[in-house]
């Protein structure tokens, strides 16, 4: 059974830091793109950063030069390094797993629960 597991969620103030973990089990996700989604309440599931299984990168508008994704393969796991953080970051964060469009979230095969970003201004 494959599962993805996020940790790393919280509060913290505007400007402030967190990192993301998801580590995945069941399979390797080594030759697979994997992602970062968020949700805020009342609103789609929106892209926030991808990576291929190369290590090239892709980041929505609004975060890009803020948050960084990466990957060890050996740990099977995805982060999210998430920088100056602002109130329009609070959502729960959830990573997902083997697509073949990167910001296209109907494409994505696998994806963990969630873990709740808070951002207190």
């Known amino acids: 059974q494959v599962q993805l597991v996020e940790s790393g969620g919280g509060l913290v103030q505007a400007g402030g830091s967190l990192r993301l973990s998801c580590a995945a089990s069941?399979?390797?996700?080594?030759?697979?793109?994997m992602a970062w989604f968020r949700q805020a309440p009342g609103k789609e599931r929106t892209f926030v950063a991808a990576?291929?299984?190369?290590?090239?990168?892709y980041y929505a508008n609004s975060v890009k030069g803020r948050f960084t994704i990466s990957r060890d393969n050996a740990k099977n796991s995805v982060y999210l390094q998430m920088n100056s953080l602002k109130s329009e970051d609070t959502a729960v964060y959830c990573c997902?797993?083997?697509?073949?469009?990167?910001?296209?979230?109907?494409?994505?095969?696998?994806w963990g629960q969630g873990t709740q970003v808070t951002v207190s201004s």
């Open positions: 997902a797993a083997e697509t073949t469009s990167y910001y296209d979230r109907q494409e994505y095969t696998y």
């Open positions: 069941g399979r390797t996700f080594s030759s697979s793109a």
């Open positions: 990576i291929s299984w190369r290590g090239s990168t």
